[in-house]
C-alpha cells in the first residue's frame, strides 16, 4: 500500500469506521462492565423516586407528576458518565498488552486510531441515554416534548461520552494504566453530585449553591430537565447539546495532545 493510498480520506473513514467497530464490539461483549452503567443508574433513580417524592413539594421545586419525572435528566448524565470511563479504560488495556502499539506501526491515520476507540463511547452514550428514556418512560418519567425531546437527549447523551472518554482517554495515554483511569473517574461523580442534577438550585443556599451556579454539569442538567418538564425549546437544546460540544472539543484536543505525545516519546 502506498503513503498517498494509506492516508487518502476514504481509506481513513474507513479505517476509522472498523475501530468504531471494534470499540463498539467489544463493550457490548463485555455484560459486567455494560451492566453495572445501566442497573446503578436505574436503582438510583427508583430509590430516589421513593425516598424523595414528597420533595416535589417544597417552595422552588419545579412542577412536575414526580420526582422520576425530574431525576430522568441526571439518571441520564449519571448512567454516561458511568459508562464512558470504559472505552477508555479499554484504551489503556490496548497500551498495557501491546494492541495499540502494533496499531501505530500500521499505515493508520493516528488520530483515526484514537476517534474510533471514542466513537465506540459515543455510541454507547447515546445508546444508554435511550434505554433509560425507554425504561422510566413507563413508570411516570414522562418526556413533555416528546420523540424530538428524546432525540436531543440521546444526542446529548452521545456527545457527553465522547467527552468525558476523550478527557479519560488523555489520562490512559499518559499512563497507559486502566486502573489509573478508573481511579480519576470518582472526581467526575464528585462535579456530578455538586450540581444541580438531584435537586434544583432554587432550593440550595451557601456554598453549594455557589458550587453549584459555578458548575457546567448543572446547565446541562438543566437543559435537558426542560425537555422533560417543559417541552421543546430553543434555549434547551442549545444547554443539551452546546455544552457537551465545548467540553468534547477541549477534551479531544487534549487527547490528541496526549497522543502527540505519547509518539513524540517512541
Not at 417552595?59 to 419525572?69: C, M
Request: hydrophobic fraction near 55%; charge should be positive.
Amino acid at each position: 500500500m502506498t503513503v498517498a493510498a494509506a492516508h487518502s480520506p476514504g481509506l481513513a473513514l474507513r479505517q476509522v469506521a472498523a475501530l468504531a467497530r471494534r470499540s463498539t464490539r467489544e463493550t457490548f461483549r463485555q455484560p459486567a462492565l455494560v451492566a453495572p452503567s445501566v442497573i446503578f443508574p436505574l436503582f438510583f433513580a427508583a430509590l430516589g423516586a421513593s425516598s424523595f417524592n414528597r420533595a416535589t413539594s417544597l417552595p422552588g421545586f419545579p412542577k412536575v407528576d414526580s420526582f422520576l419525572q425530574f431525576s430522568l435528566a441526571a439518571t441520564v448524565v449519571q448512567g454516561v458518565l458511568f459508562g464512558s470511563v470504559t472505552g477508555a479504560a479499554a484504551l489503556a488495556t490496548d497500551i498495557e498488552n501491546g494492541f495499540l502499539d502494533r496499531l501505530l506501526a500500521a499505515p493508520t491515520p493516528r488520530t483515526g486510531i484514537l476517534i474510533g476507540r471514542l466513537a465506540g463511547s459515543a455510541i454507547f452514550g447515546a445508546a444508554q441515554a435511550a434505554v433509560f428514556i425507554a425504561v422510566l418512560w413507563p413508570f411516570g418519567a414522562t418526556v413533555r416534548s416528546g420523540v424530538p425531546g428524546a432525540a436531543v437527549m440521546v444526542l446529548s447523551g452521545g456527545i457527553v461520552a465522547l467527552a468525558i472518554g476523550s478527557l479519560m482517554s488523555a489520562v490512559a495515554i499518559r499512563t497507559g494504566s486502566a486502573e489509573a483511569v478508573q481511579g480519576s473517574f470518582p472526581l467526575l461523580f464528585v462535579l456530578l453530585f455538586f450540581s444541580s442534577a438531584f435537586f434544583p438550585r432554587e432550593t440550595m443556599s451557601g456554598a453549594y449553591r455557589a458550587i453549584a451556579d459555578a458548575n457546567p454539569i448543572s446547565y446541562l442538567v438543566e437543559g435537558l430537565r426542560e425537555l422533560v418538564l417543559t417541552g421543546y425549546s430553543g434555549t434547551a437544546v442549545l444547554q443539551a447539546i452546546l455544552i457537551p460540544l465545548v467540553a468534547c472539543a477541549a477534551a479531544v484536543m487534549l487527547a490528541l495532545r496526549s497522543l502527540r505525545r505519547k509518539l513524540a516519546a517512541r
